[in-house]
């Protein structure tokens, strides 16, 4: 599996790097991205000590639960 995708010179517009990113993306803060990754409830890749996240993956899981 990838961890992104390459579209000429471009990364795949669906992927955010890190907490921050995720939390400008869904509009909570980082704690609770933190909070939502530790407890299983946010699909996160992480490379190192890097968290990557997908806009896809993140609509799909708040959809899941009934929060979008």
Known sequence: MFLFQVEGNRVNSDLLS???????YTGLD????YRLVEDGHLPVVRKGRR??????????????????
Do not use: Y
């Open 18 to 24: 890190g907490a921050s990113g995720a939390a400008t």
């Open 51 to 68: 968290m990557f996240f997908r806009k896809s993956e993140l609509d799909c899981a708040f959809r899941a639960s009934g929060q979008a």
């Open 30 to 33: 980082r704690r609770r991205i």
